[in-house]
């Protein structure tokens, strides 16, 4: 129960309320209505003397209930006459991601049934093929009973005045739910009311850490349409596997679409979905059409029991084809949902999301800051943000890692300074021609300039001098490849161990550096998202854009925790542009470096 209420899990009982001869008479004759009975058996059940080990496990299920994480059904016969009760020992169990387990039959919590006695229980799983059929009909056979769909019983919900007398017994404190195991010998030792302190609690800085993705998936269950804003590293894509194995379970859906931008991210994909494919009832095949794959064909052909996962380009096409059928019991995934709102893509993709059962939008920073166009076209075709999970709540959680920043300061140059005046000459001339810049090319224009400052090189050259541990396992983000070069210049003086990662390059650069044989890796847009490195540990920004989605993506990166090192801290460095004197306003950098600041003071609050 304890690692259950951990994962931040729910519990359905049901049990079979202990009639008597006298009120079973009582109901036939009609002295009493049948639920009035029930209702004070299981009151006057809850209401007796009890030993102080079932007090203790009253207050725990009392505590479950008040926290809304209990729900407790009675299952009566419907022919009463005949002194039955619901005897049947079934359980399920199902986590996040549709995988299920099934047992039937029990032993009696005594040592006697644990110990000596000759018992039998069975025990289904449906990740094995050979019982997989048989767990699903364990399973569905008690969501019938639950809904009081199963024939000879009738199952009602507690009594308010049962649920009132258990109630009463709920500890007036919160338990603190440890889930170090207490061995038989410490309780044998040890008080009743000892063993409840270790057995039933845990400090109450123990919270569950991945709670956010089931309340994740519950509010998209709930809208079937619309964005879940998650930091990175905090498990976008395991919810949405795990939404989709839930909708392919319960016959929502039977063909799935996943989109994106970027080979990496949609290897990604395949990658962890041939297992779920596999284990899905019934078994789904993945496609792929993107790259050098080319299997959109093959999925128009027949949608159903399909994953197709495709590149956002290619989208529109597949999308045009589907029929009303097919689009209604169709699940869209759009992953880094954000780049769905570009003039491209709305030009794409307008008016073919009509009829789709479920689209699912993912991305740790879906709006797009100053064009307030693309983002009205992600909410109109995708949906509006349903959930969100930030980067300040993950590190409090433990999930993502604490952070040291390094921000280093540096003053533009004459030639700089030179070039925004000849920009700013230049916008004027422009607007006496009659053929004025627009605000977004000016001010792209401008931020190129602060962008591949050749200022900012010195700086950081004697930052690394007294710093090269920080290029170890190292990604340096920088606005252009001759820009990139400059950088390379000054590493080389200190490692040999760099490479490169733009859009020409091999793919094998960014896995030999995932698999730590390259140390640093310098690199333009291709890696800011949706790529998984736990073994990152710094990141160099000598560029990021003003909106802060680039910067989000860029450091989410490192953010990440790493099994091989728990004890990581990520290490984020930043060029940042002295603030004008003769301006109160924040230059761009000055607000990063702001906002950086403050997320260096965030720490875990859970041990």
């Given at each position: 129960m304890k690692a259950l209420i951990h994962a931040g899990g729910k519990m359905q009982l049901i049990a079979s309320p202990k009639l008597s001869d006298e009120d079973v008479e009582a109901i036939i004759k009609g002295l009493k209505q049948r639920e009035e009975i029930i209702a004070e058996v299981t009151k006057k059940e809850l209401e007796q003397e009890f030993s102080e080990v079932v007090k203790d496990r009253l207050a725990c299920l009392a505590w479950l209930l008040s926290q809304q994480l209990l729900d407790i059904k009675l299952a009566i016969p419907k022919n009463i006459r005949h002194r039955g009760i619901y005897h049947e020992k079934l359980g399920i169990f199902e986590d996040t991601r549709g995988n299920i387990i099934a047992f039937t039959g029990s032993a009696n919590?005594?040592?006697?049934?644990?110990?000596?006695?000759?018992?039998?229980?069975?025990?289904?799983?449906?990740?094995?093929?050979?019982?997989?059929?048989?767990?699903?009909?364990?399973?569905?056979?008690?969501?019938?009973?639950?809904?009081?769909?199963?024939?000879?019983?009738d199952v009602i919900e507690l009594p308010e005045a049962a649920k009132k007398s258990l109630l009463q017994l709920c500890p007036n404190e919160k338990p603190e739910l440890e889930l170090n195991f207490v061995s038989q010998s410490n309780f044998k030792s040890k008080s009743v009311s000892e063993n409840r302190d270790r057995g039933y609690q845990i400090e109450t800085q123990a919270k569950n850490r991945w709670q956010h993705q089931i309340e994740a998936k519950n509010a998209f269950l709930k809208y079937r349409c619309g964005i879940l804003e998650m930091a990175t590293g905090t498990g976008k894509t395991h919810t949405a596997i795990s939404i989709l194995q839930h909708l392919v379970n319960v016959r929502e859906i039977n063909t799935i679409i996943i989109t994106t931008t970027g080979t990496d991210l949609l290897n990604q994909w395949v990658e962890q979905l041939y297992t779920v494919a596999s284990n899905l009832n019934p078994q789904f095949r993945v496609l792929r059409h993107y790259d050098k794959f080319y299997e959109k064909d093959e999925y128009e052909l027949e949608s159903e029991n399909s994953i197709l996962v495709?590149?956002?380009?290619?989208?529109?096409?597949?999308?045009?084809?589907?029929?009303?059928?097919?689009?209604?019991?169709?699940?869209?995934?759009?992953?880094?949902?954000?780049?769905?709102?570009?003039?491209?893509?709305?030009?794409?993709?307008?008016?073919?999301?009509?009829?789709?059962?479920?689209?699912?939008?993912?991305?740790?920073?879906?709006?797009?800051?100053?064009?307030?166009?693309?983002?009205?076209?992600?909410?109109?075709?995708?949906?509006?943000?349903?959930?969100?999970?930030?980067?300040?709540?993950?590190?409090?959680?433990?999930?993502?890692?604490?952070?040291?920043?390094?921000?280093?300061?540096?003053?533009?140059?004459?030639?700089?300074?030179?070039?925004?005046?000849?920009?700013?000459?230049?916008?004027?001339?422009?607007?006496?021609?009659?053929?004025?810049?627009?605000?977004?090319?000016?001010?792209?224009?401008?931020?190129?300039?602060?962008?591949?400052?050749?200022?900012?090189?010195?700086?950081?050259?004697?930052?690394?001098?007294?710093?090269?541990?920080?290029?170890?396992?190292?990604?340096?983000?920088?606005?252009?490849?001759?820009?990139?070069?400059?950088?390379?210049?000054?590493?080389?003086?200190?490692?040999?161990?760099?490479?490169?990662?733009?859009?020409?390059?091999?793919?094998?650069?960014?896995?030999?550096?995932?698999?730590?044989?390259?140390?640093?890796?310098?690199?333009?847009?291709?890696?800011?998202?949706?790529?998984?490195?736990?073994?990152?540990?710094?990141?160099?920004?000598?560029?990021?854009?003003?909106?802060?989605?680039?910067?989000?993506?860029?450091?989410?990166?490192?953010?990440?925790?790493?099994?091989?090192?728990?004890?990581?801290?990520?290490?984020?460095?930043d060029l940042v542009r002295n603030q004008d004197e003769n301006k109160t306003e924040l230059n761009s950098d000055q607000l990063r470096k702001e906002w950086l600041t403050d997320l260096l003071k965030i720490r875990c609050e859970i041990i």
């Open positions: 919590e005594s040592a006697t049934a644990l110990i000596n006695n000759f018992e039998c229980i069975d025990v289904f799983c449906s990740w094995q093929t050979a019982i997989k059929d048989r767990t699903l009909r364990k399973a569905d056979n008690f969501n019938k009973l639950w809904d009081n769909q199963t024939n000879n019983l495709i590149s956002s380009k290619s989208l529109r096409n597949v999308l045009r084809t589907l029929t009303y059928s097919t689009r209604k019991n169709l699940l869209v995934i759009y992953d880094e949902v954000h780049g769905f709102g570009s003039p491209q893509m709305i030009e794409d993709l307008t008016g073919l999301s009509d009829g789709i059962g479920y689209r699912l939008g993912l991305s740790a920073t879906p709006e797009r800051e100053y064009d307030s166009e693309g983002t009205e076209f992600i909410e109109e075709h995708i949906g509006s943000v349903i959930y969100q999970f930030g980067i300040e709540e993950a590190i409090r959680r433990g999930i993502l890692c604490e952070l040291d920043y390094y921000p280093i300061e540096y003053e533009p140059s004459d030639e700089d300074k030179g070039k925004i005046q000849s920009l700013y000459r230049s916008q004027s001339a422009k607007k006496r021609a009659g053929n004025p810049m627009s605000k977004k090319d000016f001010w792209t224009a401008l931020a190129r300039v602060h962008k591949v400052s050749i200022a900012k090189l010195p700086y950081f050259e004697q930052f690394i001098v007294n710093n090269l541990e920080i290029l170890k396992q190292c990604i340096i983000f920088v606005e252009e490849r001759q820009y990139g070069d400059q950088v390379i210049d000054i590493i080389h003086k200190h490692i040999h161990n760099f490479h490169t990662y733009y859009a020409e390059d091999n793919q094998q650069n960014l896995i030999d550096f995932a698999d730590g044989k390259i140390s640093c890796l310098v690199t333009c847009h291709k890696i800011s998202q949706g790529i998984d490195i736990q073994s990152l540990r710094s990141v160099i920004l000598f560029s990021s854009s003003k909106a802060k989605l680039e910067t989000i993506q860029r450091i989410g990166r490192c953010l990440r925790k790493d099994r091989k090192n728990p004890n990581k801290k990520a290490i984020i460095v």
